[in-house]
Protein backbone atom coordinates (compact mmCIF):
# COMPACT_ATOMS: atom_id res chain seq x y z
CA UNK A 1 0.00 0.00 0.00
CA UNK A 2 1.31 2.98 -0.69
CA UNK A 3 2.40 5.43 2.41
CA UNK A 4 -0.22 8.93 2.26
CA UNK A 5 2.28 11.77 3.51
CA UNK A 6 0.98 15.61 4.53
CA UNK A 7 3.49 17.64 2.02
CA UNK A 8 6.34 19.76 3.56
CA UNK A 9 8.61 22.15 1.51
CA UNK A 10 11.78 23.92 1.93
CA UNK A 11 13.44 26.60 0.03
CA UNK A 12 16.29 28.17 0.31
CA UNK A 13 17.66 31.92 -1.46
CA UNK A 14 20.96 31.39 -0.56
CA UNK A 15 23.62 32.10 2.44
CA UNK A 16 25.02 35.09 2.37
CA UNK A 17 24.74 38.51 3.95
CA UNK A 18 21.22 39.86 3.55
CA UNK A 19 21.00 43.73 4.03
CA UNK A 20 17.61 45.60 4.30
CA UNK A 21 17.41 47.28 1.66
CA UNK A 22 17.37 43.97 -0.85
CA UNK A 23 16.28 41.08 2.28
CA UNK A 24 12.26 42.39 2.03
CA UNK A 25 12.48 41.49 -2.08
CA UNK A 26 13.98 38.03 -1.31
CA UNK A 27 11.87 37.43 1.56
CA UNK A 28 8.88 37.71 -0.09
CA UNK A 29 10.36 35.39 -2.93
CA UNK A 30 11.30 32.59 -0.91
CA UNK A 31 7.72 32.87 0.63
CA UNK A 32 6.48 32.90 -2.58
CA UNK A 33 8.74 30.21 -3.92
CA UNK A 34 7.81 27.60 -0.69
CA UNK A 35 3.41 28.46 -1.30
CA UNK A 36 4.15 27.57 -5.28
CA UNK A 37 5.52 24.78 -4.20
CA UNK A 38 3.52 23.14 -1.72
CA UNK A 39 0.52 24.08 -3.85
CA UNK A 40 1.95 22.34 -6.74
CA UNK A 41 1.81 18.70 -4.09
CA UNK A 42 -1.12 20.28 -2.87
CA UNK A 43 -2.67 19.85 -6.15
CA UNK A 44 -1.73 16.43 -6.46
CA UNK A 45 2.10 17.05 -7.88
CA UNK A 46 4.95 14.86 -6.86
CA UNK A 47 7.80 16.01 -4.97
CA UNK A 48 10.15 16.96 -8.02
CA UNK A 49 7.40 19.05 -9.99
CA UNK A 50 7.54 20.81 -6.25
CA UNK A 51 11.18 21.38 -6.28
CA UNK A 52 11.27 22.28 -9.86
CA UNK A 53 8.25 24.84 -9.69
CA UNK A 54 9.84 26.67 -6.71
CA UNK A 55 13.30 26.87 -7.98
CA UNK A 56 12.19 28.34 -11.19
CA UNK A 57 10.37 31.12 -9.50
CA UNK A 58 13.36 31.75 -7.64
CA UNK A 59 14.98 31.53 -11.09
CA UNK A 60 12.62 34.58 -12.52
CA UNK A 61 12.73 36.84 -9.53
CA UNK A 62 16.11 38.53 -10.09
CA UNK A 63 16.81 38.78 -6.41
CA UNK A 64 19.31 35.94 -6.34
CA UNK A 65 22.43 34.52 -7.59
CA UNK A 66 20.20 31.74 -9.89
CA UNK A 67 18.20 32.57 -13.58
CA UNK A 68 18.27 36.19 -14.40
CA UNK A 69 20.14 37.07 -11.09
CA UNK A 70 22.92 35.10 -12.04
CA UNK A 71 26.38 36.61 -10.86
CA UNK A 72 28.63 36.84 -14.05
CA UNK A 73 32.18 35.33 -14.08
CA UNK A 74 35.18 36.98 -14.25
CA UNK A 75 34.87 37.09 -18.16
CA UNK A 76 31.60 38.93 -17.96
CA UNK A 77 29.57 35.64 -18.67
CA UNK A 78 26.78 33.79 -17.38
CA UNK A 79 27.78 30.73 -17.20
CA UNK A 80 24.41 28.71 -14.92
CA UNK A 81 24.10 25.90 -13.26
CA UNK A 82 21.45 23.57 -12.12
CA UNK A 83 20.59 19.84 -11.01
CA UNK A 84 17.33 17.68 -9.72
CA UNK A 85 17.32 14.53 -8.15
CA UNK A 86 13.96 12.16 -7.44
CA UNK A 87 14.64 10.15 -4.25
CA UNK A 88 11.95 7.66 -5.37
CA UNK A 89 14.21 6.90 -7.93
CA UNK A 90 17.54 8.27 -7.66
CA UNK A 91 17.56 9.68 -11.15
CA UNK A 92 18.80 12.74 -11.35
CA UNK A 93 19.49 15.70 -13.86
CA UNK A 94 22.45 18.71 -14.11
CA UNK A 95 22.80 21.30 -16.65
CA UNK A 96 25.67 23.49 -16.53
CA UNK A 97 27.66 26.20 -18.51
CA UNK A 98 24.38 28.03 -19.89
CA UNK A 99 24.44 31.27 -20.84
CA UNK A 100 20.31 32.13 -21.72
CA UNK A 101 18.19 29.14 -20.87
CA UNK A 102 15.88 31.28 -19.19
CA UNK A 103 15.40 28.13 -16.24
CA UNK A 104 17.98 26.07 -16.00
CA UNK A 105 16.21 23.59 -13.24
CA UNK A 106 13.74 22.92 -16.09
CA UNK A 107 16.32 21.76 -18.35
CA UNK A 108 18.22 19.52 -15.47
CA UNK A 109 14.67 18.27 -15.47
CA UNK A 110 14.78 17.32 -19.31
CA UNK A 111 18.37 16.03 -18.42
CA UNK A 112 16.87 13.60 -16.16
CA UNK A 113 13.73 12.47 -17.30
CA UNK A 114 14.72 12.45 -21.37
CA UNK A 115 17.92 11.50 -21.76
CA UNK A 116 19.97 8.36 -20.60
CA UNK A 117 22.34 10.87 -19.00
CA UNK A 118 22.71 12.78 -15.45
CA UNK A 119 25.21 15.70 -16.28
CA UNK A 120 25.00 17.83 -19.62
CA UNK A 121 26.84 20.91 -20.20
CA UNK A 122 27.61 23.79 -22.41
CA UNK A 123 26.25 24.03 -26.44
CA UNK A 124 24.99 20.32 -25.97
CA UNK A 125 23.07 21.22 -23.01
CA UNK A 126 21.74 24.43 -24.52
CA UNK A 127 20.80 22.20 -27.94
CA UNK A 128 19.00 19.89 -25.57
CA UNK A 129 16.72 23.31 -24.30
CA UNK A 130 16.34 24.24 -28.25
CA UNK A 131 14.86 20.41 -29.27
CA UNK A 132 12.51 20.39 -25.82
CA UNK A 133 11.28 23.84 -26.34
CA UNK A 134 12.40 25.68 -23.47
CA UNK A 135 12.17 29.40 -22.90
CA UNK A 136 15.71 31.14 -23.17
CA UNK A 137 16.23 35.25 -22.06
CA UNK A 138 18.81 37.76 -22.92
CA UNK A 139 22.10 36.45 -21.25
CA UNK A 140 23.20 39.31 -19.21
CA UNK A 141 21.25 42.16 -18.31
CA UNK A 142 21.93 45.52 -16.71
CA UNK A 143 21.34 44.61 -13.18
CA UNK A 144 23.93 41.88 -13.89
CA UNK A 145 26.56 43.97 -14.78
CA UNK A 146 26.16 46.42 -12.32
CA UNK A 147 26.50 43.94 -9.89
CA UNK A 148 29.56 42.60 -11.77
CA UNK A 149 31.28 45.97 -11.84
CA UNK A 150 30.71 46.54 -8.12
CA UNK A 151 32.36 42.77 -7.49
CA UNK A 152 35.29 43.94 -9.78
CA UNK A 153 35.91 47.39 -7.76
CA UNK A 154 36.22 45.04 -4.84
CA UNK A 155 38.86 42.80 -6.03
CA UNK A 156 40.51 45.13 -7.90
CA UNK A 157 40.62 47.40 -4.45
CA UNK A 158 42.19 44.58 -2.42
CA UNK A 159 45.18 42.72 -4.34
CA UNK A 160 44.29 42.95 -8.59
CA UNK A 161 44.49 39.48 -8.15
CA UNK A 162 42.19 36.13 -7.68
CA UNK A 163 43.88 34.28 -5.44
CA UNK A 164 43.10 37.03 -3.01
CA UNK A 165 39.68 36.10 -3.51
CA UNK A 166 39.18 34.27 -0.16
CA UNK A 167 40.63 37.06 1.71
CA UNK A 168 38.40 39.62 -0.58
CA UNK A 169 35.45 38.30 0.40
CA UNK A 170 35.98 37.93 3.85
CA UNK A 171 36.16 41.51 3.97
CA UNK A 172 33.55 42.54 1.83
CA UNK A 173 31.10 39.44 1.94
CA UNK A 174 28.02 42.03 0.99
CA UNK A 175 29.24 42.85 -2.18
CA UNK A 176 30.35 38.79 -3.18
CA UNK A 177 26.70 36.91 -1.85
CA UNK A 178 26.39 33.44 -2.58
CA UNK A 179 22.64 33.55 -3.27
CA UNK A 180 22.12 30.47 -5.09
CA UNK A 181 18.60 29.08 -4.44
CA UNK A 182 17.60 25.80 -3.77
CA UNK A 183 14.29 23.55 -2.83
CA UNK A 184 13.62 20.18 -1.01
CA UNK A 185 10.70 18.68 -0.30
CA UNK A 186 8.54 15.60 0.76
CA UNK A 187 5.14 14.78 -1.47
CA UNK A 188 1.67 13.04 -0.50
CA UNK A 189 3.17 9.51 -1.53
CA UNK A 190 6.43 9.84 0.82
CA UNK A 191 8.87 10.86 -2.00
CA UNK A 192 11.60 13.39 -1.61
CA UNK A 193 13.37 15.41 -4.17
CA UNK A 194 15.86 18.47 -3.95
CA UNK A 195 16.89 20.51 -6.77
CA UNK A 196 19.33 23.82 -6.84
CA UNK A 197 20.14 26.59 -9.19
CA UNK A 198 22.87 29.09 -9.59
CA UNK A 199 25.28 31.22 -11.35
CA UNK A 200 28.14 29.91 -9.47
CA UNK A 201 30.39 32.16 -7.43
CA UNK A 202 30.86 35.59 -8.61
CA UNK A 203 33.62 35.95 -10.79
CA UNK A 204 34.44 32.61 -11.08
CA UNK A 205 37.07 31.06 -13.87
CA UNK A 206 35.22 30.24 -17.45
CA UNK A 207 34.51 26.85 -17.11
CA UNK A 208 34.43 26.38 -13.77
CA UNK A 209 31.37 23.74 -12.04
CA UNK A 210 30.72 23.97 -8.63
CA UNK A 211 28.95 22.17 -6.24
CA UNK A 212 24.95 22.89 -6.96
CA UNK A 213 25.20 21.14 -10.72
CA UNK A 214 27.47 18.04 -9.00
CA UNK A 215 25.13 15.19 -7.57
CA UNK A 216 25.77 14.27 -4.24
CA UNK A 217 27.44 17.57 -3.45
CA UNK A 218 24.88 20.81 -3.51
CA UNK A 219 21.89 18.42 -4.33
CA UNK A 220 20.76 14.99 -3.06
CA UNK A 221 17.64 13.11 -2.47
CA UNK A 222 16.49 9.61 -1.38
CA UNK A 223 13.40 7.93 0.03
CA UNK A 224 15.58 5.82 2.61
CA UNK A 225 16.78 9.02 4.35
CA UNK A 226 15.75 12.37 2.59
CA UNK A 227 17.05 15.87 0.62
CA UNK A 228 19.16 17.87 1.18
CA UNK A 229 20.11 21.65 -1.21
CA UNK A 230 23.01 23.57 -0.51
CA UNK A 231 24.53 27.24 -0.75
CA UNK A 232 28.10 28.28 0.06
CA UNK A 233 31.30 27.77 -1.26
CA UNK A 234 31.17 25.15 -3.96
CA UNK A 235 34.79 23.87 -3.82
CA UNK A 236 34.06 22.83 -0.12
CA UNK A 237 31.14 21.18 -0.61
CA UNK A 238 32.10 19.08 -3.76
CA UNK A 239 35.14 17.80 -1.22
CA UNK A 240 32.94 16.70 1.36
CA UNK A 241 29.84 15.46 -0.97
CA UNK A 242 28.29 17.40 0.97
CA UNK A 243 24.26 17.16 0.30
CA UNK A 244 25.06 13.55 0.28
CA UNK A 245 26.53 13.26 3.94
CA UNK A 246 23.78 15.07 5.52
CA UNK A 247 21.33 12.32 3.80
CA UNK A 248 23.72 9.94 5.29
CA UNK A 249 23.59 11.43 8.96
CA UNK A 250 19.96 11.17 8.28
CA UNK A 251 19.82 7.68 7.36
CA UNK A 252 22.05 7.05 10.50
CA UNK A 253 19.13 8.20 12.47
CA UNK A 254 19.72 11.75 13.20
CA UNK A 255 17.07 14.55 12.71
CA UNK A 256 17.54 16.87 9.66
CA UNK A 257 18.08 19.64 12.02
CA UNK A 258 20.63 17.63 13.54
CA UNK A 259 22.32 16.45 9.95
CA UNK A 260 22.66 19.91 8.54
CA UNK A 261 24.13 21.47 12.15
CA UNK A 262 26.68 18.10 11.84
CA UNK A 263 27.69 18.90 8.26
CA UNK A 264 28.70 22.61 8.42
CA UNK A 265 29.98 21.82 11.48
CA UNK A 266 32.39 19.04 9.44
CA UNK A 267 33.12 21.83 7.25
CA UNK A 268 35.03 23.77 10.03
CA UNK A 269 36.86 20.38 10.95
CA UNK A 270 38.00 18.95 7.65
CA UNK A 271 38.62 21.91 5.87
CA UNK A 272 39.32 25.36 8.06
CA UNK A 273 41.45 28.28 7.22
CA UNK A 274 39.81 29.01 3.86
CA UNK A 275 36.78 30.61 2.70
CA UNK A 276 34.24 28.08 3.65
CA UNK A 277 31.34 29.50 4.74
CA UNK A 278 28.42 27.45 4.08
CA UNK A 279 24.68 27.02 4.30
CA UNK A 280 22.39 23.94 4.34
CA UNK A 281 18.46 22.79 4.10
CA UNK A 282 17.16 19.82 4.77
CA UNK A 283 14.05 17.53 4.68
CA UNK A 284 13.35 13.57 5.87
CA UNK A 285 10.65 10.90 4.92
CA UNK A 286 8.88 11.74 8.29
CA UNK A 287 8.27 15.57 7.01
CA UNK A 288 10.96 16.81 9.54
CA UNK A 289 12.81 20.08 8.30
CA UNK A 290 16.78 21.32 9.10
CA UNK A 291 18.56 24.70 8.41
CA UNK A 292 22.03 25.88 8.93
CA UNK A 293 24.07 28.31 7.71
CA UNK A 294 27.98 29.65 9.09
CA UNK A 295 27.23 33.10 7.23
CA UNK A 296 25.42 35.60 8.64
CA UNK A 297 22.25 35.24 6.80
CA UNK A 298 20.36 31.99 5.10
CA UNK A 299 17.01 33.51 3.21
CA UNK A 300 15.02 30.80 3.32
CA UNK A 301 11.13 29.37 3.71
CA UNK A 302 9.32 26.75 4.44
CA UNK A 303 5.49 25.45 4.56
CA UNK A 304 3.66 22.24 6.23
CA UNK A 305 0.16 21.42 6.11
CA UNK A 306 0.03 22.96 9.66
CA UNK A 307 0.77 26.24 8.40
CA UNK A 308 -1.88 28.96 7.30
CA UNK A 309 0.62 30.33 4.97
CA UNK A 310 4.55 29.86 4.21
CA UNK A 311 7.56 30.89 7.11
CA UNK A 312 10.28 33.74 5.55
CA UNK A 313 12.93 33.96 7.54
CA UNK A 314 16.98 35.02 7.40
CA UNK A 315 18.33 33.09 9.96
CA UNK A 316 18.50 29.55 11.02
CA UNK A 317 20.98 27.63 13.15
CA UNK A 318 24.11 29.53 13.07
CA UNK A 319 26.55 26.77 13.32
CA UNK A 320 29.98 28.80 14.81
N1 LIG B 1 27.48 27.06 -4.18
C1 LIG B 1 27.57 28.03 -5.24
C2 LIG B 1 28.84 27.84 -5.99
O1 LIG B 1 29.88 27.67 -5.37
C3 LIG B 1 27.54 29.43 -4.73
C4 LIG B 1 26.35 29.76 -3.91
O2 LIG B 1 25.94 28.97 -3.07
O3 LIG B 1 25.78 30.81 -4.11
O4 LIG B 1 28.80 27.90 -7.19
Redesign the pocket.
Given at each position: MRKTCKPVIVVHG???TWDSARSQAALKSVKEAAETGFNTMHTGGTAVDAVVEAVALMEDSGN???GCGS?LNVEKRVEM?ASVMDGATLQAGAVGLLSDVRNPVRLARVVMEKTDHVFVVGKGAEELAQIFGLERREAVTAAQLERYEAQLKSLLAGSGYLPRLADLVKAHPEVF????VGAVALDNSGNVAAA?S????PL?LAG?????PSIGC?TYADNRSGACS??????V?IRLVLAKTVCDYIGQGESPQKAVEAAVALIKERIPNVYNV??LIAVDVNGRIGAAHSTANLCWAYMTAALEEPVALLKAKFVE
Open positions: GAGFNAAEQLETTTGGFKRIGDSGASGVGEAMG
